[in-house]
């Protein structure tokens, strides 16, 4: 695949942001599939290509990796409208650019594993697949055991609030933009994902190789 | 606006070749392209850290392409790689796959560079002219005039790389070759830009202005008072190719901050 690093500029997020895109060699022929690929806490756009062998994995596909900071992908209470950024700005970007059609797949681990629920949830027509690696499916938790550098308050606003929004995922599988539409298939991987199985209707897949999984729903899609 | 640094691979080359890409963010149609060459020492780094060029494709939605090509001369070695293949053919039909925005029509595509890089996009935009519809060369002419013989030198043994040994001036590697050939076969030319700096040896013109004078097609010369073979030079030269040679206006004045 060709690699590309850029520098872009988001009005959602009013910042230039950092992106990483692989774009299948020439042998393949688009219009492609699209893999958005979110990144853990403390991570960014190149934590997926430093930690898994990507493309032994996917070859057929765009990847895209954005960066979002420690933002959970969110609409933050205080910050970056990161949730737009990724549900909207960043895929009009890539389709004003690259070969794509609307086979859309969003994955991520740790609070990528969040985002890309998130995401789906909130954009459900948008993505056709989410897959959720060991996600920090609730990020609630660590109202009482904080994260480092991180204020809970500034991201998902005070606690009660949190409780209340679609930010709380078991408030955004009955949220406003789900009312006529249901999400999209589910995969959860890795730790965590039992106590979800049934609020998400996802799919569970605790042992094995999360890339494995990836690769399989890409190819699926 | 969108900075990018794209490792594309080249079949051509069989190598990963680093190429910046400067490219609007919602392209609205398909987008002009300029696509810039470096000089003997340089990289596709060099353009956009020594020239406003970015800020002058921003105001008038105009894509960039500046690849490396190393130690090329931007022609196919004849020792070594074809890498004038891999500019003129290659890389424009991989970027456009890549970016289906970018426009495919000859008069929306222009090929430019300074120094080593002046003589090879004169030499891609004559030896391509179904793909250029303009070229900006500047500080340079035509290499492909010049005996080269191996005399020890560093410069030299670098030159017989490219060019072998002897003069190349009967060979696709001499820019008036290509533009007599091209006339020969009636093709239609890309128009011209040629600029120098005054203080610069090749601030004449090398000899081409006589020459294209001669040929079927639009040339200009123009030499930049008080610069010499510099980037005070080039960042004028290009601001100029771009605003008034092809005469692509700013749109927007709105810039990040």
Sequence with gaps: MDFLHMQIQSEAARTPLPLDVLVP????????????????????NTSWMRKYSLESYIDDAVIIMPSCLNSFYVNMYYGY??????????????????????????????????????????????????????????????YDEPLPALKMEDVFGPKEYFYYSDNCLKNAVHGKNLLFTSPPPITLCGKGGQEWQEILKAEVVETGNPMEVLAQKVREL | MAYIELNVYS??????????????????????TIWLYHGSTGDHTLWARYTNLERYA???????VIPTAHKSMFTNMVHGQDYGV?????????????????????EDNFVGGLSNGAYGCL????????????????????AGERYYTD???????????????????????????????????????????????????????????????????????????????????????????????LGIKPVTTKYYV
């Excluded at chain 1, 060699?25 to 960014?44: M, R, T, W």
């Excluded at chain 2, 921003?58 to 960039?64: C, D, H, K």
């Excluded at chain 2, 793909?131 to 340079?140: D, H, N, P, R």
Aim: charged share 25%; with cysteine.
């Design chain 2, 58 to 64: 921003r105001e008038r939605n105009l894509a960039v």
């Design chain 1, 81 to 142: 409208d990161m949730l737009d950024y990724i549900t909207k700005e960043l895929i009009e970007i890539c389709e004003g650019w690259f070969d794509l059609d609307d086979r859309r797949l969003v994955a991520g681990i740790g609070m990528g594993g969040y985002g890309a629920v998130r995401a789906a949830l909130a954009a459900p027509k948008v993505f056709k697949q989410a897959i959720s690696i060991d996600g920090l499916l609730d990020p609630g938790k660590f």
């Design chain 2, 86 to 106: 891999f500019l003129g053919e290659e890389l424009v039909q991989r970027l456009r796959e890549i970016f289906p925005c970018l426009s495919k029509k000859r």
């Design chain 1, 25 to 44: 060699n020439g042998e393949h022929k688009g219009p492609f599939k699209s893999v958005y690929l979110l990144h853990d806490l403390a991570g960014n």
């Design chain 2, 123 to 142: 030499r891609t935009g004559l030896r391509y002219p179904e793909t250029f519809g303009a070229i900006g060369a500047f500080s340079g002419g035509d």
């Design chain 2, 151 to 245: 005399d020890g030198t560093y410069a030299a043994r670098r030159s017989v790389l490219v060019f072998g040994e002897g003069c190349p001036s009967e060979t696709e590697h001499s820019v008036k070759w290509l533009a007599r050939q091209l006339k020969e076969k009636g093709g239609q030319f890309p128009r011209i830009y040629h600029a120098a700096g005054e203080l610069e040896i090749s601030g004449q013109g090398d000899g081409m202005t006589e020459f294209f004078n001669d040929m079927p097609c639009e040339y200009q010369f123009e030499v930049f008072p008080g610069v010499g073979h510099e980037w005070k030079l080039w960042d004028q030269a290009v601001y100029k190719f771009i605003d008034e040679f």
């Design chain 2, 11 to 32: 079949k051509v080359l069989n190598l990963e070749i680093p190429v910046t890409v400067i490219i609007p963010q919602f392209p609205k149609e398909p987008l002009k």
